[in-house]
């Protein structure tokens, strides 16, 4: 099993600063990788699909990178409505899927 | 537009069984795979598996044989999870969510189960 571990689990940071996070597999996942946003009390949204393509409605704000085993989702300026916990999703084996644990983005 | 609408939030005792609905709206239901995911109190994200809605045919994923199954109607549009022999453990928000090429691209609104004597 594909193991996806994110990382750091929690981000402190305030509006209009720049988010970093990190996901990293235990074995290559090729760009098979997703993200996901979730907010409190919300179903999860697809945010980048294939590790750097926005999903539809998306804002230009987010974006994906990487290969293999080490992917990044980078939101340049965060907006208050930003603030919420983020999901990397493999699915290079498919019809198995596995996600991270998730990395909170609070405020400062 | 999409939509995928859950039944309500159950609650049952250790050892009753419960059955989520998952009806689907806005496309072909047949057309697209359908993927159940959990998600325990203040936890993350738990794919349980999926659905084939084509053939019916069932995937479960590790920690999820023998007690969960995973059905259709195909008539109705809809997708359904059982649960049988409930544990406390097995208290959590349970999500249907649509699988496209491009990932899992819309999710129901998420059903709550609480298993408490």
């Known amino acids: 099993e594909i193991v996806l571990t994110q990382s750091p689990a929690t981000l402190s940071l305030s509006p209009g600063e720049r988010a970093t996070l990190s996901c990293r597999a235990s074995?290559?996942?090729?760009?098979?990788l997703a993200w996901y946003q979730q907010k409190p009390g919300q179903a999860p949204r697809l945010l980048i699909y294939?590790?750097?393509n926005r999903a539809t409605g998306i804002p230009a704000r987010f974006s994906g990178s990487g290969s293999g085993t080490d992917f990044t989702l980078s939101i340049s300026s965060l907006e208050p409505e930003d603030f919420a916990v983020y999901y990397c999703?493999?699915?290079?084996?498919?019809?198995?899927?596995?996600f991270g644990g998730g990395t909170k983005v609070e405020i400062k | 537009q999409v939509q995928l609408v859950q039944s309500g939030s159950e609650l049952r005792k250790p050892g009753a069984s419960v059955k989520v609905s998952c009806k689907a709206s806005?496309?072909?239901?047949?057309?697209?795979?359908m993927n159940w995911v959990r998600q325990a109190p203040g936890q993350g994200l738990e794919w349980m598996g999926w659905?084939?809605?084509?053939?019916?045919?069932?995937t479960y994923a590790q920690g999820f044989t023998g007690r969960f199954v995973f059905s259709l109607d195909t008539s109705v549009s809809t997708a359904y999870l059982q649960i049988s022999s409930l544990k406390a453990e097995d208290t959590a928000v349970y999500y249907c969510?649509?699988?496209?090429?491009?990932?899992?691209?819309?999710w129901g609104q998420g059903t709550l189960v609480t298993v408490s004597s």
């Open positions: 969510a649509r699988e496209s090429s491009y990932g899992t691209d819309y």
């Open positions: 806005g496309y072909t239901f047949t057309t697209y795979a």
């Open positions: 659905i084939n809605t084509n053939t019916g045919n069932p």
């Open positions: 074995q290559s996942v090729s760009s098979y």
């Open positions: 294939g590790a750097s």
């Open positions: 999703q493999q699915r290079t084996n498919w019809p198995r899927l596995t």
